[in-house]
T-cell receptor, first 117, second 113 residues
């Protein structure tokens, strides 16, 4: 029944490793996002996909690569993990209807806490 | 460049009191101003939102006050309850931008019983 689900919830790994976080939404939304929340709880957008097409790509190292196999899924793959990548990563989705007030509501997942040792 | 500045960083209020969190923005193109509430271990969830064509919006105990000329908006929580203890984020976006929400730094609210 979870609207936006992320796996894994916790991820502990060594520097230099490659890891992925998966996200799935069952809301029928067509836009999905990845946000990064740092240790000070600051939330920053990383990527956004609309119907599998990349529409927002903030200044993120190219070690981060999002993939959207369909509009219900948006995965995040991170290569050569660094200590500074430790954070909580949130997936979110938005309903269609750009410009409509209600369409700007983002539904967030519960987050995936990544710890790089 | 931090386009949305939020204060205070933390706030402690007694049960029944009023909690006030303030935000200021720089980009005059912003036309959508939501507040999100985040409990520990959870993702942020929309609490209340406003457009700049109104100066106030109220939903239950939560009110947004908006001052377009000052480029400021605030969240007021009336009759604060311990269950309101959470981190609150203001945000802003341009509706045609694909909801690229720019968040404030967050306010950790603690409501003491």
């Amino acid at each position: 029944d979870t609207a936006v689900s992320q796996t894994p919830k916790y991820l502990v790994t060594q520097m230099g490793n490659d890891k992925s976080i998966k996200c799935e939404q069952n809301l029928g939304h067509d836009t999905m996002y990845w946000y990064k929340q740092d240790s000070k709880k600051f939330l920053k957008i990383m990527f956004s996909y609309n119907n599998k097409e990349l529409i927002i790509n903030e200044t993120v190292p190219n070690r981060f690569s999002p993939k959207s196999p369909d509009k219900a899924h948006l995965n995040l793959h991170i290569n050569s993990l660094e200590l500074g990548d430790s954070a909580v990563y949130f997936c979110a989705s938005r309903p269609p209807g750009q410009g409509a007030f209600g369409a700007n509501v983002l539904t967030f997942g519960a987050g995936s806490r990544l710890t790089v040792l | 460049q931090q386009q949305v500045k939020q204060s205070p960083q933390s706030l402690i209020v007694q049960k029944g009191g009023i909690s006030i969190i303030n935000c200021a923005y720089e980009n005059t193109a912003f036309d959508y101003f939501p507040w999100y509430q985040q409990f520990p271990g959870k993702g942020p969830a929309l609490l209340i939102a406003i457009r700049p064509d109104v100066s106030e919006k109220k939903e239950g105990r939560f009110t947004i006050s908006f001052n377009k000329s000052a480029k400021q908006f605030s969240l007021h929580i009336m009759d604060s309850q311990p269950g309101d203890s959470a981190t609150y984020f203001c945000a802003a976006s341009i509706e045609t931008s694909g909801s690229r929400l720019t968040f404030g730094e967050g306010t950790q609210l603690t409501v003491n019983p």
